[in-house]
């Protein structure tokens, strides 16, 4: 799959989508098994673990990536159907604090993440090729179906880095 050029996606996006391999799809396969190997055996302790006390605890970061998964399946979605109306924004805080994932398990929010992005995966593999370059309005901005594969890869990937580099505790 080609990457998405400027003009399919909106600036800000650039951050996720040169993570996002070359071949995103993949890249989502693979993730699941990502986020089994570094949320799966948290025990409840480390999973409201924070790095910064105004930073989310490990809970709500895979929350956050299950939000996110959710609304770029959704576009995708809906414009590979050829939704001409605009989707909204989404605050990422307002459905962090919604979702209320401190006050879950982990291995529920793990098999929440994999369910969704399966549904993720499954959407993907079934468009036909002149779905990808369908574009839509989200966020006042204009989107391609292709951009939002590109982006979902990048985004679960900058946030598994994350996870990984500024996440582990300090020896004691």
Known sequence: MQRP??????PYYDRYVVLATSDP???????RRDVMDLFGGLSAEEAGYRY????WS?????GHMTDADRVFGFRAYCFARGEKAPLPSFDQGVYVEGGRYDARSMPSLVSEFLAVRQTLIELFD????????????????QV???ALAFIAAGHAEHHLRVA???YQRPSS
């Open 5 to 10: 050029q400027p003009g399919e996606y909106a």
């Open 25 to 31: 799809l993949l890249q989502l396969r693979d993730q």
């Open 52 to 55: 910064a006390s105004d930073k």
């Open 58 to 62: 490990l809970r709500q970061l895979l």
């Open 126 to 141: 079934s468009l036909e090729p002149e779905a990808w370059a369908r574009m839509g309005t989200a966020s006042d901005v």
């Open 144 to 146: 391609s179906v292709r």
């Open 164 to 166: 990984r580099e500024r």
